[in-house]
């Protein structure tokens, strides 16, 4: 039981998909600043640093 007590957090982790490339497949781009002219703020990148911007259109 001790030995899955310490796989778990472990392997819960794993599978989760990181926020910049969450971004990259929705054809956002990420951005430590302003979103570019005709983007909008859609999510983050870089586990929160950043903004995910993605087109409007």
Do not use: H, M
């Not at 310490?6 to 781009?29: H, W, Y």
């Amino acid at each position: 039981i001790l030995v899955l007590l310490v796989l778990l957090p472990a392997v819960s982790q794993a599978a989760t998909v990181p926020d910049t490339v969450t971004c990259r497949k929705t054809k956002g781009e990420c951005s430590f600043l302003l979103c570019p002219l005709f983007k909008i703020a859609t999510g983050t990148c870089y586990n929160g640093l950043a903004k995910c911007c993605r087109p409007l259109w």
